[in-house]
Structures are given as C-alpha cells and as structure tokens.
C-alpha cells in the first residue's frame, strides 16, 4: 500500500521531491525509481489526458476507452500519493470534481514528447477501424509541434478536427489568417509527419514555413537516430 506522500522543496533551480512508489525493482537507479512512481498500466495515458487542462473522473473514464472504474480510480489514487496530481472542486456553477496535474506532474511533457517520437518509429498509421479521443489533434500539436514550432501560424483540419499553432502555442479549432493551412485525413497527417508524403495532403500558404516546422518537430536530439 501506498504510504502518504511527503514533498521537499530544496533552494535549487529545479524542486526535489521524495514520494514513494508503488511497484519497486529493488535497485538504486532512477529509471527505475521513475518507472514506480508511472510505470503501471494507464499512468501515462491518464498523464497524457490531464496534460492539457484538467478533467472530470467521467472525462478521463470516456477517452480511455477499456479501463476499468476500479483501474482509474486506484491510478488516481496513486498518481496523487505520489505528488503527479492533485484533484479539487470547481467553482459554483460547475462545482465538479476534476483532477489536474501538479508542477511536477508537468515535468514528465518532453518525456511524452520523446515518448511519442520513439512510438511513431514502430506504430501502423491509423485505419478507419482506430478511434480517436476528442481533442486528439490539439494534443499532438501541444506535445509534439508546439516546443520546436518557428515563428508563425499554422491552422490544421485532420479527420475531422481542427487545431492550430501560433507562435509555438496550440489552440483549440481555427485561427485567424493562418500562414498555412493543412488539410487531410489521419493517415494521410500520419505520412506527412513520418515519410513527408505531401501528395496525400492539401496545403494553402507558406509551405516553406510548413516544412520547417516539421523539419523541427522530428529533429533527433543530439546522438539519436534519425525518425524512419
């Protein structure tokens, strides 16, 4: 069982914390430390859904699709002993209960980007058969795009969805007089970004700058291997 969960904060530049963990390798390393503390089954899925905002039990329940009640709610419970996050009550009218990510759970968004980017190396590109959370485009914009975006703005229409860039912050839906507009299904968005296949997309406006973007978002960082 988890213990309580206690947080020191040192006057370094980056905050130290001690928590426990709930699964233990019997080992000093950090990897593994990490891999107690999210390691489970759906951590880091709950951890990608509260990336960008808070959201209700029901919210995270509905866009992770096969969990169990009795899984979420003891992934909660976990996430929270361990400091990942917090939940608290809205203000009247809403008055809801939702769960939202504590500074150090925050931490982890370049993990979740480099996690992605290794992902992309192996996954299939999406069928008709995949389903896709509500949000989905604006999430990928977020983790992946918005850290190494160049200057400008981008409006994307994929499958449905629309999210944008501009600056390096993504937005929900359209924006006004976007430099470049991409337009496509999922799999063909999925192309563009692994094998740059621009036959399958319909692009309006500064292409060069749409390029470097993606250029950007899948640089290898520095003794990587290239993204095939």
């Given at each position: ?23 233990r390798?019997?080992q ?33 329940a ?22 990942l ?11 809801s ?26 996954i ?65 968005f ?5 094998d740059?296949?621009?036959a ?5 406006g ?19 291997s290239?993204?095939?």
């Amino acid at each position: 069982m988890l213990s309580f969960c206690k947080f020191i904060l040192h006057n370094s530049k980056s905050g130290r914390y001690t928590a426990p963990v709930s699964k233990r390798y019997d080992q000093y390393c950090p990897i593994a430390h990490a891999l107690g503390l999210v390691g489970e089954r759906w951590s880091l899925l709950i951890v990608r859904e509260l990336m960008h905002g808070p959201k209700r039990y029901t919210d995270l329940a509905a866009n992770l699709p096969g969990i169990g009640t009795n899984i979420l709610a003891a992934r909660l419970k976990e996430l929270e002993t361990c400091g990942l996050l917090t939940k608290h009550r809205l203000d009247p009218p809403a008055a809801s209960q939702v769960y939202e990510l504590t500074a150090y759970g925050h931490e982890l968004k370049p993990v979740m980007r480099t996690l992605a980017l290794w992902g992309l190396r192996s996954i299939d590109p999406p069928t008709d058969a995949d389903d896709f959370a509500p949000g989905w485009l604006y999430g990928a914009l977020d983790t992946v795009f918005a850290p190494v975006a160049p200057s400008g703005s981008f409006e994307f229409r994929i499958g449905g969805e629309v999210a944008s860039l501009v600056d390096g912050e993504a937005r929900r839906g359209s924006i006004e007089g976007p430099d470049v507009v991409v337009e496509g299904e999922a799999d063909a968005f999925y192309w563009l970004f692994v094998d740059r296949r621009w036959a399958m997309v319909k692009v309006e406006g500064d292409r060069e700058l749409l390029e470097r973007l993606f250029d950007a978002a899948t640089a290898p960082a520095p003794g990587a291997s290239v993204l095939v």
